[in-house]
């Protein structure tokens, strides 16, 4: 039984979000996984502006914030799932990267 740590997608029409979940390899992308791991938001959000950022830079030019991708991830189980032998997809292996 090979245990893969992959993407499995939900949202609506033009606006994925998946969540990042360990099942076995020769089961269906949607089915039940095994655990839930954590989620990735593919879409860049804009972070909501608090009252201290600037509106224009000391160069004159307008301060624009830079959008990021949403991941959350259980470390912890990762870290188990990944000891044990579980093996992540090429997506979530760029995806860790990024976390770590």
């Excluded at 201290?52 to 912890?76: M, N």
Aim: positive net charge; proline residues 10%.
């Amino acid at each position: 039984m090979v245990l893969r740590i992959r993407l499995s997608r939900f949202g609506t029409k033009r606006n994925p979000i998946y969540n990042i979940v360990l099942a076995q390899a020769k089961s269906a992308r949607d089915k039940k996984p095994m655990e839930v791991l954590g989620t990735y938001n593919p879409i860049p959000q804009t972070p909501l502006a608090s009252p201290d950022t600037p509106e224009f830079l000391p160069s004159g030019e307008r301060f624009v914030p830079k959008k990021f991708k949403d991941i959350t991830l259980d470390i912890a189980r990762t870290k188990y799932w990944l000891g044990v032998g579980a093996q992540p997809t090429e997506r979530v292996a760029k995806l860790l990267t990024m976390v770590s």
